[in-house]
């Protein structure tokens, strides 16, 4: 009796499928990657992603932004980003040394997404902040602090020269916003900043 009141449901439920398709009712659609799971390697960061609806989406916004920034983007300066996306890549797969891989897989989603973000215009610009700078190779360091999330800042140097500019996530540190990427450490207490631009450490004030 059990198994034949099982057996009625199931036909219901395929019953009131078909219905909704036939009403045209939109069925629920699972986000899927950019990349194609059924060639994935058992046990990589990207099994995960495929089995992991949340992430799954993550990466597809990755990937329209990252492909965004590609078509407007000239070719020669869409090497530096793709070395930029390469590096990123390799971090993100990083996560299977981590307490909880899953919530760095996803962490590592989120500031790249910020950054493209930003990179793909789809992030209104704020009026920059202007910053005197001493102990270093120039003097002037222009700041673009991008409400994202996680932030997201864009640091320029005056003079140019060598590594002319970052753009580097942050979080919050005791009321203060930290911007770290390799090669750039910033934060701004009270309009006085501790910069390590390039391996030397600088010290700005605020304009």
């Known amino acids: ?26 069925l629920p659609v699972l986000a899927q990657p ?8 058992a046990g990589s960061p990207e099994e995960m992603i495929c089995g992991d609806e949340g992430l799954a989406a993550l990466d597809s916004e990755m990937d329209r932004l990252y492909r965004k ?9 869409f090497k530096t980003i793709h070395a930029m996306q390469q590096g990123w890549l390799s971090g993100r797969n990083e996560g299977w040394k981590q307490a909880d891989p899953r919530q760095w897989v996803e962490d590592s989603y989120r500031e790249r997404i910020a950054v493209l973000s930003v990179q793909a215009g789809e992030v209104t610009v704020p009026d920059p902040v202007e910053y005197t700078c001493s102990g270093g190779a120039f003097d002037g360091l222009t700041a673009v602090f991008y409400d994202t999330d996680p932030p997201v ?6 003079p140019p020269g ?46």
């Open 153 to 158: 800042g864009v640091f320029t140097r005056t």
């Open 69 to 77: 920034i590609e078509a407007q983007t000239s070719a020669e300066d």
């Open 1 to 26: 009796m059990m198994e034949e009141d099982g057996m009625k449901m199931k036909r219901l439920t395929m019953v009131s499928l078909a219905a909704g398709v036939l009403a045209g009712q939109a």
């Open 162 to 207: 060598d590594w002319p500019q970052y753009i580097a996530t942050g979080w919050d540190d005791d009321g203060a916003v930290h911007y770290n990427i390799g090669g750039l450490d910033f934060i701004d207490r009270d309009g006085k900043a501790d910069l390590n631009w390039a391996g030397t450490p600088m010290q700005c004030q605020r304009m």
């Open 34 to 41: 950019s990349f194609d799971c059924a060639a994935v390697r």
